[in-house]
C-alpha cells in the first residue's frame, strides 16, 4: 500500500466503534499506516472538510487525495487490511455492491444515524 488511508467515523457510536476497533487491531498487527479519526472531534472535522451530520450519517475515507462515503468507503479500507481484501473484492462485484450500497444507504445508516440523534437527546 503506497498511500495513506484515513478513516472518519463516530466513535460516540457503539456498533461504529465497535467495526473500527476491529479494523484499527488489524491493520495495527499488519503494520499497516492507517490513521483512524474521531468525526466527534471538532478538529478532525475541520482537517476532513465534513460537517459533524455528514460525518454522523455516514462512515467515510479518504485516500489518494479522495474522500469516499458509505459502501465505496468501505471497500478502499478493506482493500488495505489483508484479512478483509476478499470482502472487497465480494462488495465490488456489480450486483453484490449494488445490494450493498442499497442497504447501506436506505436501511443502515439511517438506522444508525437515528440512534446517534437519540444518544444526542440523551445527553
Not at 33 to 48: F, G, M, N
Request: charged share 25%; glycine share 4%.
Amino acid at each position: 500500500m503506497s498511500e495513506k488511508t484515513e478513516v472518519l467515523y463516530n466513535a460516540s457510536c457503539p456498533i461504529c466503534s465497535r467495526e473500527v476497533d476491529h479494523y484499527a487491531k488489524l491493520s495495527a498487527r499488519a503494520a499497516l499506516p492507517i490513521r483512524y479519526d474521531d468525526a466527534t472531534d471538532p478538529a478532525k472535522l475541520r482537517d476532513w472538510g465534513i460537517t459533524a451530520e455528514d460525518a454522523a450519517r455516514r462512515f467515510h475515507v479518504r485516500k489518494g487525495g479522495q474522500t469516499y462515503g458509505g459502501i465505496p468507503a468501505f471497500v478502499v479500507l478493506w482493500q488495505d487490511i489483508p484479512q478483509t481484501r476478499w470482502l472487497a473484492r465480494l462488495v465490488s462485484l456489480p450486483g453484490v455492491n449494488w445490494i450493498a450500497q442499497k442497504v447501506y444507504d436506505h436501511f443502515a445508516a439511517p438506522l444508525l444515524y437515528q440512534m446517534h440523534l437519540r444518544r444526542q437527546q440523551r445527553d
